[in-house]
């Protein structure tokens, strides 16, 4: 923690106040000629509650009421308090936020032991609350570090409990297996992912481990138990970080795109100071292992090791077409059912998994690219155009669309292209309201449409183009 200029008192009333080098600092740093020290000590309180400085603030007799910083996290006690004073200051660190599981008090003094007499005090009283706390909220106020962080063998065994049937624990490749998506139907025509459970609750249970060895890492009780040598310790330190790999590939495999919490930066920065020459690192959002240019190395893969990688492309294609391929309905329509086609093909290859991974590894590549089947060679470099000539296919339907002469393709063509010059031009006009971008691209879509199309075929094609424009200005945004 990054250590700034104290705020204080300043009088001679307090402690330390008489000291001149304390009226000498006080003097330099807070009271400059034309600026309003109360202001100043405003702003200072304002600016703790933000990431950037100051990082501490000494204070004495200062802060215990009407002072609410949920980010306070820690707590330095170094003066005698009592009862509701003492009850007043551990509250300034209970609060809830995000970015902490609990507020750590540092007792310089040795007066925590007041706490349980303050609270039985307080449990005496008739009344329900009293000073503006109630009773129920004092019960289980504080606990000592020392039960935080002899939970670490139990968290430790928990996160170890989702691989219980994997033979090595030390190969990565099977504990990245155990969490690997497995697709089964749901009855209604869709399907979903069984193991997506299994994963949250690693994911859950990891968190805790790592938060509850971050607690223990700090507390110098933790390094003078008995009960915790530095063989155990080494072993936590080594598991969290293969485990922190284990879970990158999890969600790697199952393309998940969770925002890293603060408790995930947290671990990271555990992992970086405490695991000697090692660096952990998660990347913001979905890393796509199978786009990273490495040499293929199928061939040297296991059966097994073939056939887990093919089930992976299987749900990576699923999820690609479904969410990537939402702004070009055609191109979903058209890889969904190929996929179907391909996923058959692989399992007629089921004694053959390299053979099923390179067939679906294949495809994978032609999704990838958007390269739709059957797409003129004139949208080739221009996939929105490509989007709004799928679009005009959708609304004629299969039969006419697969009877086109290239007389009729070619106009296609060209409307599609001016579908895209209109979109561009209602965005670029009209950037600050998305109600008039629609109403834009409805007015010179109708107009352009009608007469080739029809009425009805027009609304359709321009249904589809402001759903397409939605999403991409959301992606923008």
């Known amino acids: 923690m990054k250590e700034k200029p104290p705020v204080c008192e300043g009088d001679a009333g307090i402690d330390e106040g008489g000291l001149p080098e304390v009226q000498k600092w006080w003097q330099q740093n807070v009271l400059h000629p034309g600026v309003d020290a109360s202001h100043q000590e405003r702003q200072v309180l304002q600016d703790f509650g933000t990431d950037g400085d100051p990082d501490l603030l000494i204070v004495v007799d200062r802060l ?7 980010r306070n996290a820690v707590l330095y006690l170094d003066k005698p308090l009592k009862g509701h004073n003492l009850i007043q200051a551990v509250a300034r660190v209970n609060r809830l936020h995000d970015a902490k599981r609990h507020g750590l008090l540092v007792d310089y003094r040795g007066i925590l032991k007041e706490l349980d007499t303050a609270i039985r005090a307080y449990q005496d009283l008739e009344a329900r609350t009293q000073g503006g706390f109630d009773i129920g909220d004092l019960q289980g106020l504080y606990a000592q570090l020392s039960t935080e962080y002899r939970q670490l063998p139990m968290r430790h065994e928990a996160v170890w409990c989702f691989f219980k049937d994997v033979a090595n624990r030390k190969d990565a490749e ?5 969490l690997s998506p497995r697709m089964a139907s749901d009855g209604q025509g869709g399907d979903y992912d069984q193991r997506q459970k299994l994963r949250d609750d690693f994911y859950a249970a990891l968190t805790a481990f790592g938060l509850c060895l971050k607690t223990a ?18 072993q936590y330190k080594a ?24 408790y995930d930066e947290q671990i990271r920065r555990l992992i970086d100071e405490q695991v000697v020459g090692t660096k952990a690192r998660e990347s913001d959002g979905c890393v796509m292992v199978h786009k990273l240019g490495v040499p293929d190395v199928s061939k040297t893969w296991s059966q097994d090791k073939a056939r887990n990688e093919a089930d992976l492309i299987k749900t990576r294609l699923r999820k690609s077409i479904e969410q990537e391929l939402a702004d070009d309905p055609y191109a979903q329509k058209v890889f969904s059912e190929l996929l179907k086609t391909a996923i058959d093909q692989a399992e007629a290859m ?9 067939l679906l590894r294949e495809f ?15 949208l080739a470099n221009n996939p929105r155009a490509r989007a709004y000539y799928g679009a005009i296919l959708l609304a004629l ?4 669309a697969a009877a086109l002469d290239d007389a009729k393709r070619n106009a296609h063509i060209d409307r599609a292209l001016a579908i ?15 109600q008039n971008i629609e109403a834009a691209i409805r007015k010179g879509l109708l107009q352009l449409l009608y007469a080739p199309l029809g009425l009805d075929r027009a609304n359709d094609v321009i249904a589809r183009v402001l759903q397409m424009t939605r999403i991409g200005l959301g992606q923008r945004a």
């Open 420 to 434: 895209s010059a209109v979109v561009q031009n209602a965005v670029a006009e009209h950037s600050l309201n998305a």
């Open 174 to 178: 099977q504990l990245r297996q155990a």
């Open 64 to 70: 215990l009421t009407g002072f609410d910083e949920p």
């Open 350 to 358: 089921f004694e053959h998994p390299r053979k099923q991974y390179a």
């Open 217 to 234: 890492l700090s507390s110098r009780g933790f390094f003078e138990d008995p009960g915790f040598s530095e063989a155990s310790l080494e």
């Open 397 to 400: 339907g299969d039969g006419e």
């Open 239 to 262: 598991d969290l970080k293969i485990l922190i790999q284990v879970r990158q590939a999890a969600r790697s495999d199952a393309m998940e795109t969770a925002e890293p919490s603060e």
């Open 364 to 378: 994978e590549r032609d999704v990838d690219k958007r390269a739709t089947p059957g797409m003129p060679e004139l």
